[in-house]
């Protein structure tokens, strides 16, 4: 399973680079360390490298664009949240990561969100194709988009589609997946290991740091989806132990099994977890270990329902309900 990109072959696994932020919710980072995960991720065969402005006002561009000095092999996604934002603006955001990627291009330029109107996402889109026509971005992608946003920007070059998935989160399969197939689009997949809790380190909800406690997993009012997520969590747990490996790798390996995933980006902050996540990539999960992990995790996928959006019970995304009615 490998992605591919205009001019570009792209490794199974892209590093994303968001841990690099030294935010609130990954904390502090050393720009040395994070430099070394760099270089050894491209030592290893990973090409891509997915980051964004927002990640630490830009810090994670920054540490990314200086790793990558004399590393031209190396391939950088980046995406920005359209909002708001006039032609002028867009732009500005654009040069700005340029020169903190210290690149001439970007290699997969990308929509964070699409915008609350269509209007706007398109005006975006706008930018970014004449952008590509000059040869400041090489492909255009989206991120988080579903089936209307995917359909309604069927006449633009968009070659891409970044989505979370996991075991812990399996919502695009029925309706986005299949959306993005039909419309050439690739799909590279985010969130495999959601955001650390299936790192093999935390056993239960309760122990998961409470600055990454933002997905819908943790915000159902009465609590029920906490429950099932929390219960999903020991059953993977006693899956990985049967199988005598690591938790980690488990999730790494399905998602890497799909067919609809072209790529999983994952994140990595010491050059430790980047050879473990190296090494996953080697697990080959049989028919009957998949069709378990999918009965473990089906619970959990019915109830988060048809909603695309992982962080708000009131979507970004619109969605078609159980009705079949669209949903915003």
Known sequence: MTGYFEGISVFPIALGTWTFAGDRIWGASEENRCIQVVHSALDSGIELFDTSPNYGEGRSE???GKALIGRPEAQVATKIKIDGLSVTDIR???YGS??????DRIDLMQIHWPAAGLDETRRALDVFTELKRN????????CNFGVFDIVETADYPIISNQLPYGLLWRVIEKEIAPACKANGQRILSYATLQQGLLSGKHRSLESFPEGRKRTRHFLTPDG??????????????????????????????FSLSREFINTVIIGARTQEQLQQILEAQKL??????LKNLESITEPLKSKLGGNPDMFKDESRVRYNNENGDPVR
């Open 62 to 64: 920054e540490i990314l």
């Open 98 to 103: 340029l020169k903190r990627l210290k690149r």
């Open 135 to 142: 040869s400041v971005v090489r492909n255009i992608g989206v």
């Open 224 to 253: 029920s989806l906490y429950r099932l997520t929390d219960s999903t969590l020991r059953d993977l747990h006693t899956f990985a132990a049967d199988c005598c490996t690591s938790l980690a790798k488990i999730a790494l390996a």
């Open 92 to 94: 500005n955001l654009i």
């Open 284 to 289: 080959q999960l049989s028919g009957e270990d």
